[in-house]
């Protein structure tokens, strides 16, 4: 909570919505142990996705400080009597638990005129690693101190470390090169309950520091901004080529020309490939159509999905992000394993498991 509170600059005069569910370890730690803990006055508000309902709050009592997603800072926007002077006494707003929309980032900038600064972290590490915050000028000698740069995730927190590293030798990779990224420092957890061949699988030791396995795939640059390319685990083995899961998803909403389609991309086991990628997918379009949009808008033909399921919703966790075990068990509940290219029939709703 110190390491956050510091990066974070807080001020005597911050406020801080309190509204991200406790059993988050975003919510318990930055929104409601932080306050709690620096003597900073909080307003709660049980539901995260009532965006009018904390936009009065806000406007209410003057808050200073929101911490939220990328899913529900897209409520904001999209909300029309969420008016930008009910948000104006914000003076820093931070998006984690998941990646920033790069649409959800620019919309908010242009309705209320802030901007959002991105953090990342696990719940294995307390859960915030890193975040992105405003820039600074020294008054000696006029220098610009850079706080962020979009499309990252900002740089450590004090106390903390990143390290990329190869994802099966953990050999140290060059700045500027993918790898498996590692997070060190006071916040790493002692271990999973009672798990200790989890622990072991998830820690290491290296250069006599304790290292967490984020299983997140990404790059440093010259500056110690970290990016993140995508998780290990959302990566599709297409006949020997590696595919981004993550990818996929990013060019069919730019293709479609719909920033904010719910969908989710996942890998089932292909007998011919290896692995194939299935969409979920809550709009009803068949494979063909979506096909045909990938191509005219210069996809390669690996980035496209071999099946389309049509659901009402996407699986979502009560956290707000995506549920990706939910998703593949209803991939494979709809998808034969032969049917590898036909676009399924619309049918009854994907609900959150959790």
């Not at 911490?67 to 002077?85: A, M, W």
């Amino acid at each position: 909570m110190r390491q956050i509170a510091d990066v974070l600059n807080t001020e005597t005069d911050d406020l801080m919505l309190s509204n991200l569910p406790l059993f988050h370890a975003f919510g318990l730690t930055a929104t409601t142990a932080l306050p709690l803990l620096e003597g900073i006055p909080m307003v709660c508000h049980p539901d995260p996705t009532d965006a009018l309902g904390n936009a009065k709050a806000i406007a209410r009592y003057r808050a200073t400080v929101l911490c939220s997603t990328s899913t529900f800072l897209r409520l904001y926007v999209k909300h029309h009597r969420v008016h930008p002077l009910m948000l104006d006494s914000l003076r820093i707003v931070v998006a984690g638990a998941e990646r920033l929309g790069p649409d959800v980032r620019d919309a908010f900038a242009v309705k209320f005129g802030k901007r959002i600064y991105e953090g990342y972290g696990a719940t294995e590490t307390t859960p915030v690693a890193s975040v992105n915050v405003p820039d600074a000028i020294e008054l000696n000698n006029w220098k610009i101190q850079t706080g962020s740069k979009p499309g990252t995730v900002g740089m450590p927190l004090p106390g903390t470390s990143f390290r990329i590293v190869h994802p099966d030798t953990l050999a140290p990779l060059p700045t500027g090169e993918d790898g498996l990224i590692l997070i060190g420092g006071v916040q790493v957890m002692k271990g999973y309950l009672h798990d200790p061949q989890r622990t072991r699988a998830a820690v290491v030791e290296l250069d006599g520091q304790r290292w967490y396995k984020t299983g997140d795939k990404g790059h440093l640059d010259a500056d110690g901004f970290l990016t993140i390319v995508d998780r290990y685990a959302r990566f599709a083995k297409l006949g020997g080529e590696m595919v981004s899961l993550g990818a996929v998803e990013a060019h069919v909403r730019r293709a479609l020309g719909r920033p904010e389609l719910a969908l989710c991309a996942v890998a089932l086991p292909d007998a011919r490939k290896g692995e194939r990628v299935v969409l979920l997918l809550a709009a009803d379009l068949s494979a063909d159509q979506l096909r045909a949009a990938l191509l005219d808008a210069g996809v390669s033909p690996l980035l496209l999905p071999s099946a389309v399921v049509n659901v009402d919703t996407v699986p979502t966790l009560g956290s707000g992000k995506t549920d990706f075990a939910a998703a593949v068990r209803l991939a494979q509940a709809r998808v034969g394993p032969d049917d590898a290219t036909a676009a399924q029939p619309a049918a009854a709703p994907a609900h959150a498991h959790r």
